[in-house]
Structures are given as structure tokens and as C-alpha cells.
């Protein structure tokens, strides 16, 4: 408990602005129908926007984040790079077992007859494996990863302000309903806070991962 607290005063401002973000969202859940608060978003479109959230969700892509992860690993520092991989990976893994677990539809598999369903000609619609959003998983994972591990800790709210974008580009794209969002969201940040305590516990009592391993172990 302490070092959670202490983990959040050292990041007041990232997770003041996480949580509005998390209470927006969960007012939306919580006061309307799962179907009403995907049509809410996903009908209020333009052309402009359907561009722009086209890209911006790529912002949780799998290959952005690796990517990402290379570029600071080489050009910033190793330890954000491995940060970044490390969380993309747990998180990533653990939200493909609640992906296969849960086994939910997507909004194309019961609301694409909606003539309020807007559809974006370029964008293919998944419509299995629904919740969480794996999007939105590795962007908040990417963003909260930001917020701690690098000292300027504008660049952690930059990257906040687009794991926001990337998770409501999720339900105006189509994809997924703002519960799987929802808990996308929390989920990323979560595994980043647990890396990034285990990385303090082990850094304060000096434990290396030699002293981890087996006697007469090599690499």
C-alpha cells in the first residue's frame, strides 16, 4: 500500500487525468444500454473523423507499440525500451485469454443491420472475441509506461491524451462497445503499474536476476 501510494504521488497529474477519463467512460456504461452507448458514438461521424481515428487507433497496434519499443530502446533508453515490450507482451497475452475466455460478439455481428451503423468502407470489422479491447489494452499500457518510467512527464500525458483517442476511436470504428474499452483501459495501466513496482522492489533491495537463478545456471 505504500508503494502504491507512493507511486501515485509521484504521477499525480497522469492518473487525475486516467481516472476522469475512467469515470467518463463509466458513466456512459453505467447510464445507458451496452447497444445505445456504442450507437451514441459510432453514429455521431464525419469524413474528416473517420480519417483521422483511422489512424490514431493505431496508436494500440501491436507492431506501432514494437516499434516503439526498438526506437526508445536504442535512441532513449534501454530501460523504457524493455518497459515498453515487457508490459505490451504481459498485458497483451493476458488479454487474449479473456479475449478466448469471454468470447464475446463484436457490434458487426448484432448491430450491422442498424441503419445507424456507420461503417467505414476501408476498415474490415472483426466481429468475434470482443472484450477486452486489445487496442486499448496496449495503448494505455504504452501511455501509463510513458508516465513512469520516463522523467519528462509530459511525454506520459501526451501518450495518455492518445490511449484516450485510440480507445474512443475503437467504438466510433466499429470495433468494440465502450465496456470492452472500459476495461481495456484499466487493464493496461494495471500491468504497467505492476511492472513497474516489481522493477522498484527488485532495483531498492538489489535483487539481479543471477541471484534468480538456478546454481551452475548460464546464459
Not at 456504461?29 to 459510432?42: E, G
Not at 486489445?134 to 501509463?144: K, N, P, Q, V, Y
Not at 465496456?179 to 493496461?188: E, I, P, T, Y
Not at 535483487?207 to 537463478?213: A, D, N, P, V, Y
Amino acid at each position: 500500500m505504500i508503494r502504491l501510494r507512493k507511486l501515485y504521488l509521484a504521477n499525480r497529474t497522469f492518473f487525475t487525468y486516467f481516472f476522469l477519463w475512467y469515470f467518463l467512460v463509466s458513466s456512459i456504461i453505467f447510464s445507458l444500454s451496452k447497444q445505445d452507448a456504442f450507437l451514441l458514438t459510432n453514429s455521431a461521424h464525419h469524413p474528416f473523423l473517420d480519417y483521422f481515428f483511422t489512424i490514431i487507433t493505431q496508436f494500440g497496434d501491436g507492431l506501432f507499440v514494437i516499434a516503439i519499443a526498438f526506437i526508445c530502446f536504442f535512441l532513449m533508453s534501454k530501460r523504457l525500451g524493455i518497459a515498453i515490450a515487457t508490459t505490451y507482451i504481459t498485458s497483451g497475452l493476458f488479454c487474449s485469454l479473456l479475449k478466448r475466455s469471454f468470447d464475446l460478439h463484436r457490434p458487426a455481428y448484432t448491430l450491422q443491420s442498424d441503419p445507424d451503423f456507420h461503417v467505414i468502407s476501408w476498415t474490415p470489422l472483426a466481429q468475434h472475441n470482443a472484450f477486452p479491447s486489445g487496442h486499448t489494452t496496449s495503448a494505455f499500457a504504452l501511455a501509463t509506461t510513458f508516465a513512469l518510467f520516463c522523467k519528462n512527464k509530459k511525454l506520459g500525458l501526451i501518450a495518455l491524451l492518445l490511449a484516450c483517442l485510440t480507445g474512443y476511436s475503437r467504438v466510433y470504428l466499429g470495433q468494440h462497445y465502450w465496456d470492452d474499452v472500459w476495461f481495456g483501459s484499466m487493464l493496461g495501466l494495471s500491468f504497467s503499474c505492476l511492472y513497474y513496482l516489481s522493477f522498484s522492489y527488485y532495483l531498492e533491495n538489489n535483487i539481479s536476476f543471477k541471484s534468480l537463478s538456478p546454481p551452475n545456471f548460464k546464459i
